[in-house]
Structure formats: C-alpha cells, structure tokens
C-alpha cells in the first residue's frame, strides 16, 4: 500500500523536458486548489489529495496532501516545493506519516553547480547530480501542464523527487470520460515511471480545457485497478 500511494503521487508530479520559455503564461491560476478522490477497485473511497498553487514574487509555491484511511495504517503526507520564475526547482519537503513510521526530508536544489542536496530529520544527507533546470515532481505537473497548453508533450526526462525518476509520456486517444456526472473530453495519456527500484505504467486523463487540468489517473496492481477522480 505505501508503493501504492508513492505510485499515485509521483504519477500526478508528472514531468516534462522543455525549458520553459521567459513570458509564455501559466495556464493554471494563482490559488487554484484541486482535489482528487483514492478510489479502490470496488469503487469505494480511501482518502483524499489535494493540490495548491501559489504565485509568488519570484516565482511559484506548490503544495499537495495526501489523506487516507486503511484497516491497519492511516496515511498523512504533505510536500512543499517553490520554484523560480522558469519553474526551475529551488526546495523541496516531503513530511510522510504511514501508521507509526515518519519521514522527513528537504531537498535543496542549487541549479548553478547542477546538485540537488538531500537531507534527512536524522541527519543523513547525500547529494544528486541534476540536469539543468531541474524540476521536483511537484513542480513537474503544473509545467507539465503548461507545456500540454501550449500543444507540446515533453519528451522522455528526469524528475527528482528526494531520488532520481525518469518519465516517458504518449499520447493515446481523446476520449469521453464522466467528471461530477457530466460528460467531459481529456486527452488520455500513457505514464512509464522508473524509480531505483520500481517501474510502474499508468493512464491519465487530461481535461482539454485552458487550464489542462488532470481530471482522472488510473494505477494498475495485482488486486485490481487504482483510481484517483478529480472532485473540485
């Protein structure tokens, strides 16, 4: 179940490639708040997570929770990231409550020396070559996004996230899929993530509106199908 969640966060922080571009406008706004409800196979609800953006002077602020209740662990996350005008990442926090086990992390990304410093609430710390420009997972989506308005899909890259993960995205069809009761068109998008030690495939649903706001994301298990629905 912990792979789980990881899956369903990291597939929302979707990645892209392409620098952004000096002036070319966010499609999404300042203050938006979006939330998604975890749906097990059956249909029936395991939690919430919610997304925030936030402009800032010199950039944006990101913000996602994860809140969810199992039988035996009850799940609590919250990740903070902030980024600068080109959507380059500058930190990352990462606060993980799974039952009695608790992690906490910051990343620091110094994109002149190309280095992305981890460090952990007990002390461990270590240090990750990055590419240029640099994006954390959270940050990925809203460029993603942008980068999905402007009728680009970015090519296969790396994202980090604490650890290194690489993307691949393609697109599949447009197809009609039901959001609140109402039928709405998205672009279907297949996901190939690879972590150190997972690889996962997954489905997103990409509404076609200005805003290119992720409507649906589908997770493939053993038990059964993973479902993440937009709620507001």
């Known amino acids: 179940m912990r792979l789980l969640l ?91 409550r799974h039952g009695k086990r608790e992690v906490d992390e910051t990343v620091t990304y110094d994109q002149t020396k190309r280095l992305a410093h981890r460090k952990t609430r007990n002390g461990e710390a270590s240090d990750v070559e990055i590419q240029p420009c640099t994006r954390d997972a959270l940050t990925f989506l809203y460029v993603l996004r942008r980068e999905l308005a402007s009728g680009r899909i970015p090519p296969p890259e790396d994202i980090n996230f604490g650890w ?25 998008m297949l996901v190939d993530l690879t972590g150190p030690k997972s690889q996962r495939s997954f489905e997103v649903f990409v509404g076609r509106d200005k805003a290119r706001t992720p409507l649906l994301m589908r997770v493939p298990f053993e038990l059964g199908t993973f479902s993440l629905k937009l709620l507001k």
């Open 6 to 96: 990881s899956c369903v966060i990291l597939t929302l922080f979707l990645c892209h490639s392409v620098p952004a571009f000096a002036g070319e406008a966010a499609p999404f706004s300042d203050g938006e708040v979006l939330t998604y409800e975890i749906t097990w196979p059956s249909g029936l609800s395991l939690g919430e997570t919610s997304f925030t953006a936030r402009a800032t002077p010199t950039g944006w602020n990101f913000e996602a929770r994860v809140s969810a209740n199992l039988p035996t662990l009850a799940i609590s996350d919250e990740y903070r990231s902030s980024a600068d005008a080109e959507f380059c990442s500058l930190k990352l926090e990462k606060k993980v």
């Open 164 to 188: 290194q993960y690489q993307i691949s995205m393609t697109y599949a069809e447009s197809v009609e899929i039901e959001v609140g009761g109402e039928p709405v068109m998205a672009d279907r």
